[in-house]
């Protein structure tokens, strides 16, 4: 048998931050894809192979590779009801090393594949779960909203079990909205790994913890009315939310010279409607709603040392096709 599993890149819209303390977020899915090739085997074993690195194991130990753990953890969720071996083929459209949401993508594929190759049937809640079950034991935290993005594609409204209510019962809530918007990311050049800057923003405001409180329930509250808006087909109030978010991004002080230099292009382009940092802050992007078309020669200019990444939201969620009944030469390196 043969399978093919793909699954989109991400980005944050809203909720950056808040997120990680049980408030929402807004995120969608873009247009470029991990693929990964599946192919049965008629042993044990399990070959990955990927631009990161080549790594065999086989079901009963599953080692994970340090470059691949999101998909050995992924492979390890399944361990008991895998029938055979695998061989796995991991392709990307884009570089992990800009912020596209690269791990939460190739775990929404692997997710999506190895559900249907076991026939378990998982829901993409349940999906969504296991996931973010693995993202806690590799990054310690996270809401998983890029995860919950790649899974279900569009604008994905997301609102996380509380982190103040850890019950077995708690479940997280994903709503998708049938909107797409124009989007252009700016990348920095640079990007500070999110729990890092997590770290920084715990340190730079422990004298100051009921203030940062505050400040994340009204990112929270803010998230939630543009969720509103944009249910409501009401753009210009929701592109004065995204602005405003900047705000609070500003005041927790995860903004830079660089991302501050790029919004501030970005807002002059007559067609951007709004702009502002996409991610934890500190490098990585900055997202415009818009287009850079009618920009002005000195904007384009300023722009120019940047990488522009040209891309589009897709609806197109974590999806697995079967492409072949033959098992033949199942085991060909």
């Known amino acids: 048998m043969r399978w093919r599993s793909q699954a989109p890149a991400n980005s944050m819209i809203l909720g950056e931050h808040s997120v990680v303390y049980g408030h929402p977020a ?56 895998l029938p055979h071996g695998l061989t796995l083929k991991i392709d990307s459209d884009f570089s992990s090393t800009i912020g596209l949401g690269s791990s939460a993508a190739v775990l929404a594929a692997m997710l999506s594949g190895l559900n249907a190759i076991t026939n378990a049937q998982y829901s993409k809640i349940a999906l969504f779960e296991i996931g973010h079950q693995i993202i806690i034991e590799i990054q310690g935290r996270g809401s998983g909203t890029d995860l919950a993005a790649s899974l279900s594609g569009g604008i994905l409204y997301f609102e996380p079990a509380s982190s103040r209510d850890l019950t077995p019962s708690a479940v ?23 729990a890092e800057v997590l770290q920084w923003v715990a340190h730079q405001w422990q004298a100051k913890p009921d203030a940062l409180e505050q400040l994340y329930l009204a990112m ?27 705000q609070y991004m500003n005041t927790l ?15 002059a382009c007559p067609n951007i409607q709004a702009a502002k940092i996409s991610g934890s ?17 000195e904007t384009l200019s300023a722009l120019e040392p940047y990488q522009k ?25």
């Open 281 to 297: 802050g500190l490098g990585d992007c900055v997202l415009g709603l818009g287009s850079l078309d009618e920009a002005s020669e």
């Open 253 to 267: 002080g995860v903004n830079d010279e660089v991302l501050e230099q790029l919004i501030r292009q970005l807002s």
């Open 220 to 246: 929270g509250k803010l998230t939630r009315s543009a969720f509103q808006a944009l249910k409501e087909e009401d753009f210009p109030r929701f592109y004065q939310q995204i602005e405003a978010y900047q």
């Open 172 to 194: 997280a809530k994903m709503v998708t909205l049938p909107v797409t918007l124009p989007i252009i990311l700016m990348y920095a050049g640079y990007k500070t790994p999110t």
């Open 26 to 81: 807004l995120a969608c899915a873009l247009d470029q894809f991990i693929t990964i090739e599946w192919q049965a085997r008629t042993d044990n074993l399990i070959q990955i192979e990927s631009a990161l690195g080549n790594h065999t194991t086989d079901i009963d130990q599953l080692s994970v590779h340090p470059n691949l753990k999101f998909a050995c953890l992924a492979l390890r969720a399944f361990r008991n009801q």
């Open 309 to 333: 990444i040209m891309i589009n939201m897709t609806k197109i969620g974590a999806y697995t096709q079967t492409l072949s009944a033959l098992s033949t030469d199942s085991n060909r390196e």
